[in-house]
């Protein structure tokens, strides 16, 4: 059989075409199509910063290798298709087929209790399966929100499988009913990994070695079980520096299933190559793979087993992005074309999916709206008058989560922060949208053009209400009430609250104190995060929740 390696022919300009020759108008789109994507990563080709590699396969056949920047500014080596670099939550459909695998070898079924395999997982008193793990529909709380409201952040602290495991055994609660909602939880694929673990009798990276890695000849892919081992071809991740330059961020952990994968853009090409045409696993495990979710409200979600089924200029696009530590990745397939891209960065604030999206747009040709801008372009939107501009800004609370969304104006336009920046585009008089996210915000205003309610709706059809806060100072009593130490046994870490005027601000050990702006009686947030304190029989502050996106209703006593 030939390999890979000598199948195809490299030319200079980085393509790489599969014909011994080409007729001049292939040869010439070779060349004009390469230059395309060459002008797609110019800002990243550099000697003196990191960048992305890029690959590109069409029908199973490599098209594109190429690197632009470097793998390490410390040694000064360049980034090139060889280069192994961490995936990130692309790491999550390789988990998922090792689970999806074993139930298509009848040693499990997706729809089994988790409890089966893992008894020190707590009864919520209502089932909790494999299947909605892999859905991100189960309500676990996602372990890396919870050590970093527990004041462990990422970075800071070397993490193993077995302290990851003990932090989610010990929450009392779910975020929500199981399957009543999508809320992404990395905690689910640490369980799932070890489900792996016991039903197979390997852990998941020898598992994913002799099952998938070693038969598909993806030979420089390995998940990262072992923070210290040395990985031949590894690059260095980093992070833009506020002096200038770049830092240094590097996973600082041995926890792996829900990310930790290394591996190559060849890699994962291959691989994509086998959700295409299997080779392993069989028609039946693609199929299983990608089955999308279905709520107990019957609605059904993008989210399949580890992967996105979405539609990208109105095709089927099947996709996963990831980040973690300065890696950036994204894996995705466009299976009317028979094209498939895999970008993988290491440096914090390069954005993968829209490199990788532009580079599918050089072969699917120029597409143009009915006004005549690019698909791919933002929508223009509409300005908003000033009168009706001094009506939306301000801060708006979601009474459930204690979820904040500030709304500012600059130059005719409004932004919403939800922990990060969204520009948005208006649609209608009192109706916004972002391409960045296709978040819909909806004001509804009362006689005065005040809103009197914000309402937000998700990509998935998830609706959000929130209500406009009106600070107040805290009273000498309010604030004497609220003072004081918080404990949460299930995440065995010690608040210290001390009230400020119309915030309070909190401190975790050692770490710099955070503080949270008033948004109701009880009701303390900022963008990203919020504090509700909670009252006994008699009425006095006895505790409080922490709501932090992927973590919600965590309790804390008052000490």
């Not at 295409?276 to 087993?305: C, E, K, N, W």
Request: glycine share 10%; charged share 20%.
């Amino acid at each position: 059989m030939v390999s890979h390696q000598s199948a195809i022919l490299r030319v200079t300009t980085g393509l790489t075409l599969l014909l011994a020759a080409s007729p001049p108008a292939a040869a010439q789109l070779a060349r004009d199509s390469a230059a395309s994507i060459d002008r797609v990563f110019a800002r990243l080709n550099r000697t003196d910063a990191p960048g992305c590699v890029v690959g590109l396969d069409r029908d199973g056949r490599p098209l594109y290798r190429k690197g632009y920047g470097m793998a390490s500014l410390e040694f000064a080596v360049p980034l090139d298709e060889n280069s192994v670099s961490e995936s990130g939550s692309v790491a999550k459909q390789f988990t998922a087929a090792a689970v999806a695998y074993l139930a298509v070898q009848g040693k499990l079924a997706l729809e089994d209790e988790v409890r089966k395999y893992i008894p020190e997982l707590r009864d919520y008193g209502t089932p909790v399966t494999i299947r909605m793990l892999l859905n991100h529909t189960s309500g676990v709380r996602d372990m890396w929100t919870l050590f970093t409201v527990a004041g462990q952040p990422l970075g800071e602290n070397l993490f193993s499988m077995d302290r990851a495991l003990a932090m989610v055994y010990r929450q009392r609660e779910l975020n929500f009913p199981p399957n009543s909602q999508f809320l992404y939880s990395n905690s689910g694929f640490l369980l799932l990994s070890e489900i792996v673990k016991r039903v197979s009798g390997m852990p998941l990276d020898r598992f994913s070695q002799e099952i998938f890695f070693r038969p598909l000849g993806m030979t420089h892919t390995q998940w990262r079980s072992d923070w210290n081992r040395i990985v031949p071809g590894r690059v260095t991740a980093y992070v833009p520096a506020d002096s200038g330059g770049f830092r240094v961020d590097m996973p600082y952990m041995s926890v792996y299933g829900a990310g930790g994968l290394l591996t190559t853009v060849g890699d994962l090409l291959i691989w994509n190559e086998n959700l295409t045409h299997p080779r392993v696993g069989g028609q039946a495990f693609v199929d299983s793979m990608q089955r999308q979710g279905r709520l107990t409200s019957g609605r059904q979600i993008d989210y399949a087993l580890g992967l996105f089924l979405d539609k990208y200029r109105d095709e089927p696009e099947v996709q996963h992005s990831g980040a973690t530590g300065g890696y950036r990745t994204f894996l995705a397939r466009y299976p009317k074309r028979g094209l498939s891209v895999a970008v993988l960065c290491n440096v914090g604030n390069a954005n993968p999916i829209r490199l990788g999206r532009q580079v599918i747009d050089v072969f699917m040709g120029p597409a143009s709206g009915p006004d005549g801008r690019s698909a791919t372009a933002e929508p223009a939107g509409t300005t908003v008058g000033p009168d009706e501009l001094a009506n939306f800004p301000g801060k708006y609370r979601a009474s459930a989560t204690e979820e904040v969304i500030a709304i500012s104006a600059k130059n005719g336009k409004l932004t919403a922060n939800l922990g990060f920046e969204v520009p948005l585009i208006q649609v209608s008089k009192n109706r916004f949208t972002s391409s960045a996210n296709q978040l819909g915000l909806t004001f509804e205003t009362g006689p005065t053009g005040r809103p009197t309610r914000l309402t937000s709706v998700n990509p998935d059809g998830d609706t959000t209400h929130y209500e406009p806060v009106t600070t107040a100072k805290l009273t000498g009593p309010e604030a004497a009430a609220l003072a004081g130490p918080y404990y949460s046994d299930e995440l065995d870490a010690t608040y210290f609250v001390t009230p400020r005027d119309t915030a309070v601000a909190v401190r975790i050990g050692a770490l710099p104190e955070v503080v949270y702006p008033r948004t109701g009686r009880d009701s303390f947030a900022r963008p990203g995060s919020g504090i509700r304190f909670t009252r006994g029989k008699t009425g006095r502050i006895d505790g409080l929740l922490i709501f932090a996106g992927r973590v919600r209703n965590l309790h804390f006593v008052k000490r």
